[in-house]
């Protein structure tokens, strides 16, 4: 564990217990009686048999567990299957409220932790399940966290029933069935905004048992309203089947159809409302949602289903969130509930439905004129030169945090025509994310098929043993794959690397079941995501960085959008719009109807299904307990700035807190900062800018770009909106600035509400203020905008340091015509590191350009067909003042093949083997590119040309 004062979050073991000092409280609360700890596991993937690996377009993932790596597991590393029946069918749905029930975290529970459905609350064991209301908070942790802890009013069960497990049978976008099997089989399907818990039985009588004496308050044969604990409940049995007491127990014959409900009442009087629906048994839920870009409306409609059981009214009681009715014009009958969440209000029926706003998401800001184009350069020029620019060996966390940061500034570096910066980065980019794109090597995805799921190894904070967080490390590499996309369409398509990012965005929020189940990473009824792939916890399901997800929603949104995939789209704007409608709520109070009195805390670090919490998942400072549902900072974080006021709150509340200006991660709360007061933001980066330590996913290039536009623009203004999903809106109090951006392959014309039009050209941002980069994503090449050009054989100046390599040798522009580079083999002999007198070789001579301080980049993409134990490798060579010797020579790692067809990329990730000299100035020098077969017996092609051949990028420029 991380120092508690370290600007860089060791954080999010979420679904583990915490380890240490102010740690113990919070796991006694979270965990109950588990006592064992569980680690991090970083396994490196090594290298899988070609059998196991499963090409898509380009890359490729894994069918068969690395070696050595573990995957889903009890809190004990046995590996564990999904808890389901045999009538289950599809992939197996985890990080929900209920996960505890399909995945058995400890090996003495086979039933399932706490659960928190809202109002409702449940705990299964052997005789059934646990119903319960929580209707008063308590506090806990001296105060750090609120909670509305369960507690059992009531049993659902079957007479004689004693069942050694609770499986899974079904479940819907919030509902699960449940089953015991011990003599008797009962099923019970519950959902988070249903009073009802409806119930099955077969082969024997229903059977509801009270914790203490009820008091009953109505009888009437086949329906019961009983008060426990100051909690009313309404039993319903079939029709001419009438409850019998005994002691606190009530039975009722259920015959062949089995079914009978118990619903939770806001007061005795709703029994009339209530009992209409009393036969109108749940099977299913799901939400249906419609983005309108011409309006800016995303309307939603959640909907349950339901089959008769009986005589009464179709539908069912469903009680809203406040982040529901808020925005629903649905009739609510005047009943409601306390909740975690607040008053939750009931509507009647099947469904109902809700209307935000989209406000746009945009994938950069502009840079302003104002601002120091100049130090941007420099700030630009010094991430590029720096030794190492992913972690070591590296995973699906720290790596994505490592990508996220590079591709924030990749517009920076267009948007001052820093070209040379521009494509350095996406060269590394491209590096890294096919690489974790491509299985077989040291990292790379794993489709576990027991549970549905993308497992990326290296790993880290329980995402393959215990499913965590996927959403928040995959949103990452999603960022980077959208940047990468921007730049080059083709990269992108389905057949090139775009397949594999779409396998990845569907293991976190599948539209539709397949290998993957739905939405896993996100609960639509809550409006946020849960953070656990078990639900291990006595306080439910829980979720931390917030901002996290959010990241993942605008990443998705951007990719669909640069893809054309207007569904993919729309699946971002869907889960970033319902995302903000629920973020500053529920975890900031915005409004103050959220956290209950005697909470003296502004923010919570976690919510939690009974609640929040102000601690986080490491023991961090005051601002990492703010800031972790702030990061990372990019053009998707507008919406923390929707309402201006309560983010300076924030702000203030936390220098009251601290006693002064934040001094831990205090880049991402001087963004946050700027989204109130961006003059005040820009004056704390001017003061600070060259003594402070970024904040491990934040550089200084983006976030001085970023203080300086909003310090220029002002605050993000809600009132006017645009037509398309891509745009921001800024006000100072008298001016207003527009921002847009255009995915698409034609030039467009935005149109904004208040009359306001700005035109965008294809893959640009275009502003009112500012330049806001881009190019043209449809040319499929690194070099955007450019377009065509002399290729440039053999000689030349260098445009911006990228190179086209082709048959006659290195070109200075593009290539329109694809062909390919024969290598040829090994002759079965071992050449690692010696080029042979083969070796394809090259070159470009009588070149001049100023090093730029970066680092050589390269993709090659390369095909052995079907031969097996091949591998190519890739020497470049420096004579920067054309003398005929070389002054740097950089040999890289060689690049095992595989047998299946297509392209694979050999980049310069593979890492160096040797280095000999130091960069200087080219002047009239010599780039060379020497490539030849380290191992096998078959010749290998290097693919040159057209909008997907072979790149290199040198650090220099004109």
Known sequence: MDHPRSPSPHHRSRSRRPGRTAFTALAALVVGGATALTTAVLPTATPASAASLVPVGSGSYDDALPAGATGPSDLNGAPVDPKVTEDFTGPAPTNEWWSSLIFQRYPGNPYGEN??????????????LEMGHPRTPALAGGGLKYEYPHTADLTLGAVGLNAPATRVTDSGDWTVTARWEGGPTLDVTIGQGLPFAHARTDGGDARVAFTSSPDIWHQDGSTVGATVDGNHYALFSPVGAPWSRSGNAFTAPTGDGGHYSVALLPSPDALADFAPYARSAVTGSVVEYDYDPGSATLTSTYRVLTESVGSGSEGTVLAMYPHHWDHSDDEVPGLSYPSPRGEMKVALGTSFTTELTTQGIMPSLPTVDSADHERLRTLLDEVLAEEAHFPSPGDTYWDGKAMGRLAQLVPIAD???????????????????????????????HYESRW????????????????????????????????????????????????????????VAATEEGMFPRLRSFSPYAGHGWASGHSGFAAGNNQESSSEGMHFASSTALFGALTGDEEL??????????????????????????????????????VWGDGADYRIWWDGGDEEHYGINYLPITAGSLYLGYDPEHAGA?????????GGAPQIWRDIHWAHRALSDGDAALDMF?????????????SKAHLYQWVSTLAEVGTVDTSVTADTAHYAVFSDGGTRAYTAFNPGTSPITVTFSDGTELVVDPGSLASTVGEGGGGDPGNGGGDPGNGGGDPGNGSGELADGLLHPT????????????????????????????????????????????????????????????SVANAVQARVEY?????????????????????????????????????????ADLDGGTVRLRIWSALGSADSQIRTGGGEGATLTVPFAP
């Open 115 to 128: 659960l928190y459905a809202h109002p409702a609350t449940y705990k299964p064991h052997a005789g059934g």
């Open 415 to 445: 948007s001052i025509g820093h070209t040379g910066a521009r494509d350095e980065l996406l060269a590394l980019l491209k590096g890294r994310v096919e690489d974790w794109l491509t299985a077989g090597g040291s990292r790379g995805l």
């Open 452 to 507: 549905g799921t993308l497992l990326g190894y290296p790993d880290s904070f329980g995402a393959t043993t215990e499913l965590n967080d996927h959403d928040f490390h995959y949103g990452y590499l999603v960022s980077a794959a959208a940047t990468i996309a921007r730049y080059d369409r083709a990269w992108a398509d389905e057949d090139a690397w775009g397949g594999m990012v779409r396998m990845v965005i569907d293991d």
């Open 569 to 606: 789209r729309d699946l971002g704007v869907f889960l970033h719009t319902t995302q903000a409608s629920t973020v500053t709520r529920y975890w900031q109070d915005h409004g103050g109807q959220t956290f209950p009195d005697g909470f003296e805390h502004d923010v919570a670090g976690m």
């Open 650 to 658: 924030m702000y203030e509340s936390l220098v009251a807190r601290t």
């Open 686 to 698: 001017e003061a600070q800018w060259q003594t402070y330590t970024p904040e491990a996913g934040e």
């Open 807 to 866: 048959a006659d040798g290195l070109a200075t522009g593009p290539v329109a015509t694809e062909g390919s580079v024969t290598v040829p083999d090994a002759g079965g002999a071992n050449r690692d590191g010696a080029p042979p007198a083969d070796a394809v070789v090259l070159e470009l001579e009588g070149v001049s350009g100023a090093f730029t301080g970066g680092s050589t980049a390269f993709t090659l993409p390369v095909d052995s067909g079907d």
């Open 879 to 919: 004579d920067f003042d054309g003398n005929g010797t070389d002054d740097r020579v950089e040999t890289y790692h060689y690049f095992a093949t595989n047998d299946l067809s297509g392209w694979e990329a050999y980049t310069q990730g593979s890492g160096p083997s040797s280095t000999t000299g130091s960069f």
